[in-house]
């Protein structure tokens, strides 16, 4: 069953802020949270990542029993992906109807529902005027997920449910969200359970190069001149589009010939281009397809993230992730073209007749299965600096993680001392990237709070 709740929370106005994808946190009645809650003002990560799984990345889980089936897990991967415990290739004995792939992620959700270990999902189904547009639900039968699956482009206030849904007295939840909707679900976990909260279980799948449905819209119109036949888009990992028709019929396209050209420089907003998660490191188990090689790709954060997998058991083929491919001039190349581009979409400058061979030989020289998930990694760690610097310098020092700075310093992208500040680039951290840091500033509150109440919708 899925509740529809009158007033409905997800209609209230959201107040306006400055990056923001609407999480529903500004929604809800107490919107000046979003300072605390925020990935777009001054997150955590390394503090959540300790709350969440019980330690940084990096470190090692003591906890944790090696899956011989899994990926070789050596840390050096959780610099890329987060805190984890096992990745797999995976798929559904039976995909099912409707899935975005072969539908692992409501399938979690649907045995958690089944085996009465929660009382609601909440996540997002397609809105009844735009199915491409996504529409927060909370949902009570495992059957009623059938309606949800798939991926809409946008964003909708997956988060402003969660307090009705306590008020309701569904206490033991699991939510379905990307990764700016699991930081915010995260950084306010204490006060949902000071409000009744007794157990969360966290579904992740990964996320980039979102943006509002309405551009969505515009693109689906580049790529075929009656859009509202195409009912399936997915950015495959074999370097093509792949589109898929109300009539059955499918189409793929190879990356290199879409028309990105075409876009406006702003289709994709700021917080996309700037966002710092992109496999949704606080989820217990993210499930996507960048590093599948043609399945589906699960990572396994912590215990719950391998309870909820151990429920599909009989249902489900696991096997070891593979890689194959350099990613690094791929990257560097990205890189270059990304400065180039002034704020707008990378240029695309090769001639017309040469990008049909490249992009027959990209799917098989170019970096594959987990190689092309770190590329997307670091790909998008230079995108949010790149960024930030040219839309909101002030911002690098508080929206930053050192996660990104990590990976970023790779290809020659190092923080000058006042984009170090953020309380989790202490001087010491500033030593490991080989330079003097300024003193942390002691927090000033009110200026906090004025962040909190500066608002853009992208
Ligand atoms: C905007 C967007 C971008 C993505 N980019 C990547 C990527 O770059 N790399 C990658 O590996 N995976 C990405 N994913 C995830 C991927 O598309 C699949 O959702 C994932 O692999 C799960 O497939 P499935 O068959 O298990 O999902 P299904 O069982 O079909 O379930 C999909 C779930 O996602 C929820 N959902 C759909 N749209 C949204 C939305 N807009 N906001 C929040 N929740 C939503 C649905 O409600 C449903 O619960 C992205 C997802 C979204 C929504
Ligand atoms: S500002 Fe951040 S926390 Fe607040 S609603 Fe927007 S995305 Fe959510
Ligand atoms: S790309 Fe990042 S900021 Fe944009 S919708 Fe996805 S998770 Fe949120």
């Known amino acids: 069953m899925m509740l529809a709740l009158e007033p409905d929370p997800t209609k209230q106005d959201a107040v306006f802020r400055q990056l923001c994808t609407d999480c529903g946190i500004s929604r809800t009645a107490q919107a000046r949270r979003c300072a605390q809650a925020c990935q777009f003002i001054k997150p955590d990560y390394d503090g959540l990542e300790v709350k969440v799984h019980g330690r940084r990345r990096g470190q090692s889980d003591p906890l944790s029993t090696p899956d011989p089936e899994a990926s070789d897990q050596s840390l050096g991967d959780e610099a890329f992906f987060g805190p984890m415990q096992a990745m797999y290739r995976a798929r559904l004995h039976q995909p099912r109807e409707g899935a975005q792939w072969t539908g692992i992620t409501t399938a979690l959700a649907e045995a958690l529902l089944e085996h009465g270990l929660i009382d609601a999902v909440i996540t997002m189904q397609a809105d009844p005027d735009d199915p491409w547009k996504p529409r927060p639900v909370i949902v009570t039968e495992a059957k009623a997920l059938a309606q949800c699956r798939g991926m809409r482009m946008g964003y909708a206030p997956l988060l402003a449910l969660i307090e009705p849904a306590l008020a309701l007295g569904l ?161 560097q190349a990205f890189m270059e073209n990304l400065k180039k581009a002034d704020g707008g979409l990378p240029l695309r400058r090769m001639p017309r007749w040469l990008r049909p061979i490249v992009a027959w030989f990209m799917p098989r020289i170019g970096p594959r299965g987990l190689e092309f998930a770190r590329a997307r990694i670091e790909m998008k760690a230079i995108e949010t600096l790149i960024t930030l610097r040219r839309h909101h310098p002030a911002r690098v020092k508080t929206m930053v993680p050192r996660h990104v700075w990590e990976i970023a310093q790779n290809y020659g992208l190092r923080p000058q001392p006042r984009e170090l500040d953020a309380p989790q680039n202490t001087a010491a951290h500033a030593k490991d990237f080989g330079i003097d840091a300024e003193p942390p500033p002691s927090i000033d509150l009110k200026r906090r709070s004025s962040i909190s109440s500066e608002v853009d919708h992208p």
């Open 171 to 331: 206490h033991r939840l699991a939510v379905i969200g990307i990764p700016c909707q699991v930081y915010a679900l995260r950084a306010l976990q204490d006060d949902w359970e000071k409000q009744g909260l007794h157990s969360l279980y966290v579904i992740g799948t990964p996320c980039s190069d979102n943006t509002h449905t309405a551009r969505f819209h515009e693109f689906l119109a580049l790529l075929d001149p009656q859009p509202e036949t195409i009912n399936y888009l997915e950015f495959r990992a074999d370097y093509h589009v792949e589109l898929r028709y109300t009539d059955g019929k499918k189409r793929l396209i190879p990356f290199l010939q879409l028309p990105l050209s075409n876009l406006p420089p702003d289709f994709f907003p700021v917080t996309c281009k700037s966002c710092v998660d992109y496999s949704n490191v606080l989820s217990d188990i993210t499930v996507g397809y960048m590093g599948g090689s043609g399945d589906q790709w699960l990572i396994v954060r912590n215990a719950k993230g391998r309870f909820m997998l151990d429920q599909l058991q009989g249902k489900i083929d696991l096997a070891s992730a593979r890689q194959a491919g350099n990613r690094r001039s791929a990257v």
